[in-house]
């Protein structure tokens, strides 16, 4: 009997993932230097083969871990890549994937293990493939849900300054925001929580530290 199907053509597929953090108080992206062909030796994103018994998202999962040790991180599809010569070595269609991750999370002997390295995001390399291409996707992506949605405590530490949150929110959205206005909104916001602890390496006097709750994010919309 003639298997189904076995008229069409088959490819490659593959995923890649954008993994992003806040490194130095950079906003940077995770890069590895390929050690085989093709294009051996560039800049290029964490990617893996899908394998037969797994689906995309499980795929992209697993790239992650393998690369950084990380689990249960926001992580999103951007992009499907399936232009007929993007790979000189094959037919491969790529689903690309954002991350944002806690840089003080990640394994650091499996990222050097995998020669890769913290990029800042303002310096970026020349890319393999098509990659910078998912890297504008992923960023665009991200800018326009970080207003909204609450992805930007997955680049900070679990106790953070309001300092630190006004900054990253100005690193991604490219523009200055009116300190008042700001910590207007966050006090507005039951899902940001003041605590106890007092952040003290900036200064004598130290500056409130505060958490994201998510449990409470029930209680009104996400907006900042």
Not at 57 to 85: I, P, S, W
């Amino acid at each position: 009997m003639t298997p189904l199907y076995s008229e069409h053509d088959r490819f490659i597929v593959n995923v890649n993932c954008v993994i992003i953090g806040l490194y130095n108080g950079r906003l940077s992206i995770l890069l590895s230097r390929r050690k085989v062909e093709p294009e051996m030796g560039r800049w290029s994103l964490m990617g893996g083969f899908v394998r037969e018994n797994e689906g995309l998202d499980e795929a992209a999962k697993r790239v992650l871990f393998d690369f950084t040790g990380l689990e249960n991180v926001f992580m999103r599809q951007v992009h499907t890549f399936g232009a007929v010569n993007r790979n000189p070595g094959a037919r491969v269609i790529s689903v690309c994937y954002c991350a944002l991750v806690n840089v003080d999370e990640h394994d650091y002997m499996r990222v050097r293990g995998h020669n890769a390295s913290w990029v800042d995001m303002s310096d970026m390399p020349d890319l393999g493939f098509d990659h910078l291409d998912m890297v504008r996707r992923a960023l665009a992506m991200v800018k326009c849900r970080f207003a909204d949605e609450p992805i930007a405590f997955s680049l900070l530490p679990r106790f953070f300054t309001l300092t630190q949150l006004q900054q990253l929110y100005e690193i991604v959205l490219g523009e200055q925001i009116d300190k008042r206005n700001f910590r207007k909104r966050v006090a507005e916001n039951p899902c940001i929580e003041k605590t106890e602890l007092v952040d003290k390496t900036m200064s004598r006097r130290g500056a409130a530290l505060y958490h994201y709750n998510d449990s409470l994010s029930n209680l009104s919309r996400f907006h900042m």
